[in-house]
């Protein structure tokens, strides 16, 4: 198929189909989305080597639909790699038959691959269609989940042990109270071992039609994941992903490459949802810039870090974010094959912990972030729910996020970038301070007294020593021609 095509409304993935589906959906995950492997497990030992897929609106108005999910954190879907419970419970909910379907929640290796599982165990049809076209660490990021009332949750574990079927009242929309009674389940029955499969919202296709005829469905995201798939480790993968995404966000959007370079630490924590921020060097040799990925399972908030000597020590200091949830940051390999990390292919951030991973590996193997607008996800309570994880990332590592939702085309066109020079191999000296414009004939001002440069505030016109602004907050601004004003960025030197 070409880009974007879908040749007929039912179609049939392969094992190679599925395996694609993997890759492609460990990109669209931003991070998270279930470990790779585990995915590959999960289908091996299912044994299903072929999936029937049916687009939303080609699914006749009888046929019994159930959405099907699981709750888990990374670490613990490593110990418990199941897709039983799932299973269990979708068939417990809906009896499935050959008239039925599989409707899925997001696009991750797992919760991507198991609701794929589940319809071919059960020779039902698997719904091409996605409620978000990326994964999310919370139920309530979903656009589905806040438009769409529940009615039934169903969990049943892998052992058989059926949990009385929970029913909700009408209206009710909250997916954060069926996310809270799927934790407090888990926690009752302890053979979930931190893997709740679960089964809900019973609907049928007429039912499926309306919410796709309403937009509440994103339109062939299965197969937006498989073509990516088939792109990775191609000679030209980079040439061939950028196109993908160019076809699936539009004619006004494009997708950014917004960073290339190392890893050079990644600290986290466990909870509910696995909380970490990963830090990262440039790949050139001459500059000091860096990049922070803050986490909840999936890249939530990416910003931009220069790399400065502080009495001997390389400190990271963060500078201004370079993409912010619902917009998302996905990690391309651009160099490597380990066996289990290959150029031209996406992992989690699993991978940077050495329980799981080989973040050695990513330290010297050149890692691009490449950013994708999220324009169906920017309605304010989506956003809130974005601002709501980023708090709590940050708080869980002593920090206070107090910054606001900025569109990464923004982010990226807007705001000047600031650089250092890196000596002898060092990630940053006595150095000069670099500000760019993203945009031609963009006029850069600043100050060094903390306050809002202004277009009275001088011109930046050379590099600023070092020594110059230690101790002093450096805003920088830019300006166009017109003397129309971007986005203000700080360095607080004033922190060091």
Same mark, same amino acid.
């Given at each position: 198929m070409?880009?974007?095509?879908i040749?007929?409304p039912v179609?049939?993935?392969s ?7 993997? &890759?492609?959906?460990?990109?669209l995950?931003?991070g998270?989305?279930?470990?790779? =492997?585990?995915a ?14 049916? $687009?939303?609106?080609y699914?006749?108005?009888?046929m ?26 979708? =068939?417990?909910?809906i009896q ?5 379907? #599989?409707?899925?929640v997001? #696009?991750?290796?797992?919760?991507g691959?198991?609701?794929?599982i ?5 020779q039902?049809y ?6 978000? !076209?990326?994964?999310?660490s919370?139920?309530?990021m979903?656009?589905?989940q806040?438009?769409v ?25 909250d @997916?954060?109270?069926?996310?809270q009674?799927?934790? !407090?389940?888990m926690?009752?029955?302890?053979e979930?071992?931190g #893997?709740?499969?679960f089964?809900?919202y019973?609907?049928?296709g ?5 919410l796709?005829?309403s ?12 073509r ?5 480790g ?9 196109? &993908? ?11 950014y ?6 890893l ?5 924590? $466990?909870h ?12 050139d ?8 990925v ?7 908030l990416?910003?931009?870090?220069l790399?400065?000597? #502080? ?11 370079m $993409?912010?949830g619902?917009?998302?940051v996905s990690y391309?390999?651009?160099e %490597? !094959?380990s066996?289990?990390?290959?150029? %031209?292919?996406?992992f989690?951030?699993e991978?940077?912990?050495?329980d ?11 890692? =691009?972030?490449?950013?994708i ?7 304010l309570?989506?956003?809130?729910t ?6 709590r990332i940050?708080?869980?590592?002593g920090?206070t ?8 085309e ?14 002898k %191999? ?15 004939n963009g006029?850069?001002r600043?100050?060094l007294?903390g306050? !809002? ?13 070092l020594?110059k602004v ?7 601004r830019?300006?166009?021609e017109?003397?129309? @004003?971007?986005?203000a ?8």
């Amino acid at each position: 198929m070409g880009i974007g095509q879908i040749q007929n409304p039912v179609f049939t993935y392969s094992e190679k189909d599925l395996g694609d589906f993997i &890759e492609g959906a460990t990109f669209l995950a931003t991070g998270g989305g279930g470990p790779k =492997q585990v995915a590959y497990n999960l289908l091996k030992n299912s044994g299903v080597t072929s999936v029937n897929l049916i $687009a939303a609106p080609y699914v006749p108005d009888e046929m019994t639909i159930a959405m099907v999910a699981q709750v888990f954190a990374p670490s613990d879907i490593w110990a418990n790699q199941d897709y039983q419970s799932s299973l269990n419970s979708y =068939q417990t909910l809906i009896q499935p038959s050959g008239y039925s379907a #599989v409707l899925p929640v997001e #696009v991750g290796a797992v919760n991507g691959i198991v609701p794929a599982i589940v319809a071919g165990r059960t020779q039902s049809y698997l719904i091409a269609d996605t409620q978000i !076209d990326r994964s999310m660490s919370e139920m309530d990021m979903a656009l589905f989940q806040m438009k769409v009332p529940f009615n039934t949750l169903q969990m049943v574990t892998k052992q058989g042990t059926v949990v009385p079927c929970k029913k909700y009242p009408s209206g009710d929309v909250d @997916a954060m109270i069926v996310e809270q009674d799927i934790l !407090d389940i888990m926690n009752d029955y302890p053979e979930f071992q931190g #893997v709740g499969g679960f089964a809900t919202y019973t609907m049928t296709g007429r039912d499926l039609n309306r919410l796709y005829m309403s937009g509440l469905l994103f339109s062939n995201t299965y197969d937006y994941a498989r073509r990516l798939g088939a792109c990775m480790g191609q000679p030209d993968f980079e040439n061939l992903i950028l196109g &993908e995404i160019k076809h699936h966000l539009g004619p006004a959007l494009n997708p950014y490459s917004l960073f290339k370079g190392y890893l050079v630490q990644s600290v986290q924590q $466990a909870h509910a949802q696995d909380y970490g921020y990963a830090d990262f060097i440039t790949s050139d040799p001459k500059s000091a810039m860096g990049a922070r990925v803050y986490y909840s399972n999936e890249n939530m908030l990416a910003t931009r870090l220069l790399w400065v000597l #502080v009495r001997g020590v390389p400190t990271p200091l963060e500078i201004g974010p370079m $993409a912010i949830g619902p917009d998302a940051v996905s990690y391309l390999l651009m160099e %490597g !094959d380990s066996g289990n990390y290959q150029k %031209g292919h996406s992992f989690t951030n699993e991978d940077f912990r050495k329980d799981h991973g080989d973040p050695d590996f990513f330290k010297t193997h050149e890692i =691009q972030f490449l950013g994708i607008p999220e324009a169906p996800l920017r309605r304010l309570d989506i956003i809130s729910t974005y601002t709501r994880e980023i708090k709590r990332i940050m708080e869980a590592f002593g920090r206070t996020y107090t910054g606001n939702y900025i569109p990464i085309e923004k982010l990226n066109t807007l705001q000047p970038f600031f650089d250092m020079e890196r000596k002898k %191999g060092e990630m940053a000296g006595d150095s000069f301070i670099t500000i760019s414009s993203p945009v031609k004939n963009g006029i850069i001002r600043y100050t060094l007294d903390g306050s !809002d440069p202004d277009h009275t505030s001088p011109v930046f016109y050379e590099p600023i020593s070092l020594s110059k602004v230690l101790g002093k907050k450096l805003k920088a601004r830019l300006y166009y021609e017109n003397n129309l @004003a971007g986005l203000a960025t700080t360095a607080g030197f004033d922190t060091l």
